[in-house]
């Protein structure tokens, strides 16, 4: 089963943009690919277009058993 973004989500920062954003059904999968293509260490995660909080990049790597590389 792939796991879903609502397994990590955190509170919603103010400031952080609504654009690339993922939804809590998204596959923490697809969340990754947005943030490496956009560059992004956080995303936010959208309900019905409104934010209602975000994931980092190291807690989707490790909720799926990945290190982030440091450099």
Do not use: S, W
């Not at 796991?3 to 596959?27: C, F, M, Q, S, W």
């Not at 936010?44 to 990049?57: D, E, F, K, Q, T």
């Amino acid at each position: 089963m792939q796991k879903k973004v609502i397994a990590i989500i955190h509170p919603y920062p103010d400031g952080l943009p609504l654009e690339p954003a993922v939804t809590i059904e998204d596959r923490i999968t697809h969340a990754i690919e947005l943030m490496v293509k956009h560059n992004l260490r956080c995303i936010a995660v959208l309900r019905n277009r409104r934010p209602i909080g975000m994931i980092r990049l190291e807690d989707a790597f490790k909720e799926l058993g990945l290190q982030v590389a440091e450099g």
